[in-house]
């Protein structure tokens, strides 16, 4: 049997120990530990001590305990003066053996890195701290302070003059601020506007499906709206569509030689039409592709219209004009495809593209605005709230607007934004506003021709208009210009470039240096 080391040294040092009272069972040594003095007793655990304390601090790599000896060991005589034995004084009295804790076993190192115990996390903060400010910019020295840290010497041959004192300078007096415009309100206001949407995909779409291609309307109508999943959008394409493909019958409606009762599939075949060619064939179309829509007939303030002059009886009703409503965003949104497609200029028919008579092109209150120049024969069809719908008189009193040229329409100038918003003007001070788009959109120099007035002997003539945030902007004084037309127009060439984007600045440079060309926009009467 081997003997640990601890033992063998005690037995060296001491007589051989007593026999213990034992009984040898087939496994192990079962000690009769009630017939043991007190003092083999203390022995036998001192040895335990020792023999496990060397077990955890020796050599071995493995990590299973050591087994206990076979047979009992002897041990040491009790008048041992080996220092192996502690006294029995200072001993207190052991715990049960069948209880006793035993210590844990050793830590084996087998390569891997035993994990370092974490301190407890900071405790939470209640609330996140501000983000430390930015740093602001150096403040100018004052005269007479030094500041801290001083700035290195200035050689005196490069030293800037000594500040002025400002204190005793007179104070710059404020700016006036310039008024906002005021716009004619008419009823209650719809904010509901596409004047500032972008379509581009829309109308590029449109241009891809030439009338002649199409087999029916309603593969048509397939063709142009399955891209396309808002309404709006689906409405915008057949009205671009329309444009690209649909003539105006002038030389008929000149004639009046028109023959009413085309059907749509008649304009899809033919590619010509008048008022209602075009709005029949919108309708198919759209309800082909699942749109809510109706065509409405009425009077429209287009070619040849002349308003009454003042004092004289009021015409009756007379329906000269068809056009259409939508149901967009829950509510009908009314447009125009004949007057958006093109236009007659002076007896002939020019085809160009006017989106501002599409739905809710206008800005705010669009169907308002639309109303002044549609009427339809059934008041419930002007779709506007009940307080607003006016009568077949009071459309037709009122009052005219400026002139409009097609360079307005083309460059989306807004006729809703446009002042003065009456045609004739009265002598004195006026103030002319012009803005594209709508209200909801900042105009720039940058995408905007530069806007001029034009007024034959008068001071101003070919002043350019300011940009403010609600527009381009010029006060006049028309005092002494009685019975002339006063005009408003854009600088279209400057030495033979495209102007756009000059500026204002770059126009007062170029007045009178460099050939120019102009296009009106609109014109007012002066009384």
Not at 23 to 51: I, P, Y
Not at 339 to 364: E, I, K, S, V
Not at 405 to 414: G, I, P, V
Request: glycine residues 6%; contains cysteine.
């Amino acid at each position: 049997m081997n003997i640990p080391d601890p033992y063998h040294a005690r037995k060296a040092a001491s007589p051989k120990p007593p026999s213990l009272p034992a009984e040898r069972g087939d496994d192990e040594t079962h000690v009769d530990w009630a017939n043991l003095s007190q003092e083999d007793k203390e022995v036998f655990f001192s040895w335990l001590d020792e023999f496990f304390a060397r077990s955890s601090h020796g050599s071995s790599s493995s990590t299973a305990k050591p087994a206990p000896p076979a047979r009992r060991p002897a041990l040491p005589a009790s008048n041992s003066t080996t220092d192996t034995a502690p006294s029995t004084k200072s001993r207190p009295r052991p715990p049960v053996p069948g209880v006793r804790s035993l210590p844990p076993p050793a830590e084996v190192d087998d390569g891997e890195q035993t994990p370092v115990a974490q301190p407890p996390p900071p405790p939470r903060i209640a609330s996140k701290p501000p983000p430390p400010a930015a740093p602001k910019p150096a403040r100018p020295p004052v005269p007479g302070r030094q500041s801290e840290p001083g700035p290195p010497p200035v050689a005196w041959n490069s030293r800037p003059a000594p500040p002025i004192n400002m204190s005793n300078r007179p104070a710059r007096p404020a700016a006036a601020p310039v008024p906002e415009p005021v716009y004619e309100e008419d009823g209650e206001v719809d904010d509901w506007c596409t004047a500032h949407r972008d379509f581009s995909a829309a109308d590029e779409h449109a241009a891809m499906f030439p009338r002649e291609h199409a087999r029916s309307i309603a593969t048509l109508a397939y063709d142009l709206t399955a891209p396309f999943d808002d309404p709006v959008d689906k409405a915008r394409v057949i009205f671009t569509w329309m444009h690209h493909n649909i003539a105006y019958d002038a030389a008929n409606f000149l004639a009046g030689t028109v023959k009413h009762g085309a059907t749509a599939e008649d304009t899809l075949r033919t590619g010509m039409a008048v008022c209602e060619g075009y709005s029949g064939l919108f309708s198919a179309i759209a309800l082909a592709a699942g749109l809510e829509v109706i065509s409405v007939h009425g009077h429209g303030k287009g070619y040849g219209y002349a308003p009454p002059p003042p004092g004289t009886r009021l015409p009756p009703y007379d329906g000269n004009h068809a056009w259409n409503a939508v149901k967009l965003d829950g509510d009908w949104r009314l447009m125009d495809s004949t007057w958006g497609a093109g236009a007659l200029t002076n007896g002939a028919y020019l085809q160009r593209f006017a989106a501002n008579h599409f739905c809710g092109a206008t800005g705010t209150g669009h169907n308002l605005e639309f109303r002044r120049k549609h009427f339809p024969s059934e008041p419930r069809q002007q779709f506007v709230p009940p307080e607003s719908i006016i009568s077949w008189e009071q459309y037709m009193l009122i009052p005219e607007r400026p002139r409009i040229m097609s360079d307005f329409e083309t460059l989306r100038y807004s006729e809703a934004l446009l002042q003065p918003q009456e045609r004739v003007l009265e002598p004195g001070r006026n103030r002319v506003v012009l803005k594209r788009y709508c209200v909801h959109v900042e105009e720039t120099e940058e995408d905007a021709y530069v806007p001029i007035v034009w007024l034959e002997g008068h001071p101003r003539h070919m002043a350019p208009l300011a940009l403010y945030p609600y527009g381009w902007m010029i006060d006049l004084d028309l005092s002494n210009s009685s019975g002339q037309v006063f005009r408003l127009a854009i600088v279209k060439t400057m030495n033979n470039q495209d102007a756009l984007g000059a500026c204002r600045e770059g126009y007062e440079r170029a007045k009178g240096r460099q050939a120019m060309s102009f296009s009106f926009l609109a014109e007012w009467d002066i009384a």
